[in-house]
């Protein structure tokens, strides 16, 4: 059992960056897939990033070049750099963890393990 522990939300404004980290409780991350989804209100959750044991990478293309997704194994920690963001970026976002993924990893329901949530506001 893997428990999962985001922070690092909060209040930003438009054009700014913040860093949210996961912690992974119970054991390691190990050769699990691991992943950052957001959502809002009334919307369903929302793939952002993932990244694989291996270091590989995968990105919403509503991200990608300002979103940047990893990992300290060793210290199972996962991060998400986010700069440049936009108001259309704040959400709940949650980290996800699963230990065998084959596919897009872009699913929710390809994932075992998730965290509460952190509420990132970016103001305009």
């Known amino acids: 059992q893997v428990q999962l522990v985001e922070s690092g939300g909060g209040l930003v404004q438009a054009g700014g960056s913040l860093t949210l980290s996961c912690a992974a409780n119970g054991r390691t991350f190990g050769t699990y897939t691991t992943a950052w989804f957001r959502q809002t209100p009334g919307k369903e959750r929302e793939f952002v990033a993932a990244i694989q044991w291996s270091g590989s990478t995968y990105y919403a293309d509503t991200v990608k070049g300002r979103f940047t997704i990893s990992r300290v194994n060793a210290a199972n920690m996962m991060y998400l750099q986010m700069n440049s963001l936009k108001p259309e970026d704040a959400a709940v976002y949650s980290c996800?963890?699963?230990?065998?993924?084959?596919?897009?990893?872009?699913?929710?329901?390809?994932?075992?393990?998730w965290g509460q949530g952190t509420q990132v506001t970016v103001s305009s």
């Open positions: 996800a963890a699963s230990p065998a993924i084959a596919g897009s990893r872009r699913s929710p329901s390809q994932y075992d393990f």
